[in-house]
T-cell receptor
Framework: AQTVTQSQPEMSVQEAETVTLSCTYDTSENNYYLFWYKQPPSRQMILVIR??????QNATENRFSVNFQKAAKSFSLKISDSQLGDTAMYFCAFWLNRDDKIIFGKGTRLHILP | KAGVTQTPRYLIKTRGQQVTLSCSPI?????VSWYQQTPGQGLQFLFEYFSETQRNKGNFPGRFSGRQFSNSRSEMNVSTLELGDSALYLC?????????????FGSGTRLTVV
C-alpha cells in the first residue's frame, strides 16, 4: 500500500525561527509527485510547494523549501523566518501515476508563537 | 478569478437521512475530486470526475455517490447517514484530468450527523 507518514502530530516554534516538518512515504513506483499543503483555520487547503520525483533539485517557494531524499523516501518541509500566519495544519501528500490520485498524510499541526 | 466554491458551509443532519453537497470548480477546470477529512482518518479520497465521467473511486461504501454536470459543477450524495459520516468534505478542482500538478481546494462542507 502507498502511504505517507508524518511523525510529528504537533509542533510549536517562536516567530522568526526556522522549523522543519518531517514526512516519509512508501512506494515502489518511480513516477510520482510530492506536495505540501497548508490548512489554516479557514479550512481551505492551500498548495505550498510541489516536487517532481525525477528532479534532484529541491523545490523552493519564498520562505518554504523542501529537502527531498529520494532513496530515503523522505520529503521534509523547512519554513524559514516563520510568521504568525504560518500557523496551520500541514499535510504532506503524493501523487502516483498508477493511481492518479493524491494521498495525504495525517498532518502536523504547527503553532507559531509570538 | 473565483476559487472553488462549496455549499453549504455547515450542515446538520439526522441519522438515516440523506444529504447532497455541492461544489463549483474554478472556471475552466474540468476535473473535480472529493475528499473526506476526519480527525482519526485524515483526508481520504472519495472520487474524481472529469467531463461528467467518474474516473477514479476511493474505498467508500455505495452510500457515497457523486456526479458532475456539463458545466463541471459536481455534487456528492450520502444516503442513509451514519454518525461516522460526520466530517469535513473537501472538493478540489484541477484543469487537467490528473493530480500531478496538485489541486485547488474549496473551504469544505462541515457535515454533522446527530
Amino acid at each position: 500500500a502507498q502511504t505517507v507518514t508524518q511523525s510529528q502530530p504537533e509542533m510549536s516554534v517562536q516567530e522568526a525561527e526556522t522549523v522543519t516538518l518531517s514526512c516519509t512515504y512508501d512506494t515502489s513506483e518511480n513516477n510520482y509527485y510530492l506536495f505540501w499543503y497548508k490548512q489554516p483555520p479557514s479550512r481551505q487547503m492551500i498548495l505550498v510547494i510541489r516536487q517532481e520525483a525525477y528532479k534532484q533539485q529541491n523545490a523552493t517557494e519564498n520562505r518554504f523549501s523542501v529537502n527531498f531524499q529520494k532513496a530515503a523516501k523522505s520529503f521534509s518541509l523547512k519554513i524559514s523566518d516563520s510568521q504568525l500566519g504560518d500557523t496551520a495544519m500541514y499535510f504532506c501528500a503524493f501523487w502516483l501515476n498508477r493511481d492518479d490520485k493524491i494521498i495525504f498524510g495525517k498532518g502536523t499541526r504547527l503553532h507559531i508563537l509570538p | 478569478k473565483a476559487g472553488v466554491t462549496q455549499t453549504p458551509r455547515y450542515l446538520i443532519k439526522t441519522r438515516g437521512q440523506q444529504v447532497t453537497l455541492s461544489c463549483s470548480p474554478i472556471s475552466g477546470h474540468r476535473s473535480v475530486s472529493w475528499y473526506q477529512q476526519t480527525p482519526g482518518q485524515g483526508l481520504q479520497f472519495l472520487f474524481e470526475y472529469f467531463s461528467e465521467t467518474q474516473r477514479n473511486k476511493g474505498n467508500f461504501p455505495g452510500r457515497f455517490s457523486g456526479r458532475q454536470f456539463s458545466n463541471s459543477r459536481s455534487e456528492m450524495n450520502v444516503s442513509t447517514l451514519e454518525l461516522g459520516d460526520s466530517a469535513l468534505y473537501l472538493c478540489a478542482s484541477s484543469l487537467a484530468p490528473t493530480g500531478r500538478y496538485g489541486y485547488t481546494f474549496g473551504s469544505g462542507t462541515r457535515l454533522t450527523v446527530v
